[in-house]
């Protein structure tokens, strides 16, 4: 009896090591690919993306306006929530009431960074440019914009730190409160920036669209196309990050959402008149009213749409958030981009593979 009772314990004891070792093993993989391949997952019962009613979310209010988002999810259900700027969408996801995002790139570089590497995960891009600095017309020199108020969407937001860049490079210092020899930069919610400068009290704002076209259909000017400060003009204004934890349990819910955003991508690209029509809808859903034809139709020549994350900008990117003050240091990116989602979409596709520009390796030891 007592030989018998040691085998199964001595049994038990060898498979708790052998279990022990894999899960180990599993939580390694998961650790390095980011998508949880070989990690146990399990369809997923509900996805909670968060967007903004603006044109440079265009992928994401399509996608969701036309149902390609809950068709390629099927059974998972798709639930939305709408923020004005990145850094609340952050808290968001950080405090674990979203799953996945389209944000601007500042904040996705800020959310990793806040993390430790750990909470987020760069899975895609949705959107290049559509950003600008539109001001009064008499505004036509960067000096001029000493003792006025500029606004952005939010401190520390991706236009926020676009606009402290630029005031730095061109020498000049930024006010929290007017003075005439600084920029009073101010962090405004997107319908009271349009409201103020129309009755003069600020002279404009780094804005993304359709923002900047509104104000240039109220009497601004551009004084900065973003798109100029960049190679080729291209720079990632809307990009999609996931909860880690969320891409390691349900990355086909993940590839599928992405599927979704392809499809609204390529609508966009074969029939651009529908695309604005969808995209202005579910502004007018969202926000109450629709955008004038002429803004919708400026605001779309000012952005291109793709799933490419244009991963090589965003060591600049990080250096910018330091320049403007939104993080002390920069930040090491090496994990931050998982490309096994978008790639298998794109390859299905018939389109290339993104560069992840060695972002989604990990980090050295």
Known sequence: MRLRSRVPIALLAALAAV?????CSRSS???SSGSGSAAATSPAAELRLGYFPNITHAPALIGVDKGYFAQELGSTKLTTQTFNAGPDEVN????GSLDVAFIGSSPAINAF?????????????????????VVSKDITSPEQ???????TPQLGN???????????????EIATAPDPNKVVVQNLDNPRTLDLFKSGQIAGGWLPEPWSSRLVDAGASVLVDERTLWPNGQFPTTVVIVRTAFLQQHPDAVEALLRGEQKAIDFI????????????????QLSGSALAPNIVDRAFTELSFGLDPLAATFPQLSKDSVTAGATQKETDLHGFLDVTAVNAVLKAAGKPP???AGLDKPKSS
């Open 29 to 31: 993989d998961s650790e």
């Open 92 to 95: 968001a996801l950080l405090g």
């Open 269 to 284: 690209a074969s029939d651009p008149a529908g695309a604005k029509t969808a995209a202005n809808d579910a502004i007018k």
């Open 145 to 151: 914009l000493k003792g006025k108020t500029i606004a």
């Open 19 to 23: 279990g022990v070792l894999a899960s």
């Open 113 to 133: 960074a806040k993390s430790n590497g750990e909470a987020v995960r760069l899975i895609a891009g949705a959107a290049s440019g559509g950003a600008q600095l």
């Open 354 to 356: 993104v560069d992840a």
């Open 158 to 172: 991706t236009q926020d730190v676009s606009l402290k860049k630029w005031l730095k490079a061109n020498n000049l």
